[in-house]
């Protein structure tokens, strides 16, 4: 096991540990290394499993380019003959758009993702004006005018409610940050559609509070590490210092494993 992991379960006496990373990002988005770096460190640490999940083309900073996704889908098509050892699962981190729970995904390109997921970002193009009022301008003056924080936090989750209800969306990227939302309307609809709720072990989403009331829902979670470089993939013990704050169980967790 890498070094500096085991350091730190010693540091923070984790009794949790992950066999898989559902999030990490590459050169094809905002990230540094390539998909093989990514897939090489995955199998350095022994997991099993790893997600590539570069942002939806929305995004007007770091989307991947359209051209990108089949170029995308062979490289990881290559890439799982060569490691056989590890699940190389490619992915996306759609962006939601808009208020009606749209994503970045155009429909010719849903057949080469294995999962999508999705979670909110700023810098994102709106579907319509209106998306960007209501979930942008709205959210931007709620962080300063507390009588419309309540407001915002209403249709950023009426956004994210919608977007479980439209798309087969695989699991929710980091719920909570970025933009505030009612965790309990969005558990239970994750509850009754089966999406995966993410502790996410960069931006510290699920936090304690949200987890606390996601988990009082039959739903399941995944911690994950949101790398942005290769070296950072399966880097998730901040992500099971909150599960473990919380009581969250492992069999609760897709890719978590007692340790
Ligand atoms: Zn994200
Ligand atoms: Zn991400």
Known sequence: MDK???????????????NGDNHTHTVYSHGKNT?????????ELGLEKVAITDHGSGHIFY?????????????????????????????????IIGSDGSIDVDEEHLELFDVINAGFH?????????????????????????FLK????GANTKALVNAMERNHIHMITHPGAKVPVDMDRVAKKAQDKNVILEINAHHLH??????????????????NSDAHQSIHVGMVHKGIE????????AHRIVNGEED
């Open 206 to 223: 699920l936090d304690l509070d949200d987890l606390k009331k996601a988990m009082k829902y039959d739903v399941k979670f995944a911690i």
């Open 242 to 249: 909150i599960a473990q704050a919380a009581g969250l169980k």
């Open 4 to 18: 500096c992991i085991i350091m730190m379960k010693r540091r923070v006496g984790l009794i949790m540990k992950i």
């Open 150 to 153: 309540k407001r915002a936090m």
């Open 122 to 146: 700023y810098g994102v193009k709106p579907k319509r004006v209106r998306d960007f009022f209501s979930l942008y301008l709205l959210n931007f003056f709620g962080k300063i005018l507390p």
């Open 35 to 43: 998909i093989e770096d990514n897939v090489k460190k995955a199998v």
């Open 63 to 95: 989307g991947v380019d359209k051209r990108n996704w089949h170029k995308m889908r062979d490289e990881i098509d290559v890439l799982k003959k060569k490691y056989p050892q590890v699940e190389i699962v490619m992915g996306v981190e759609a962006n």
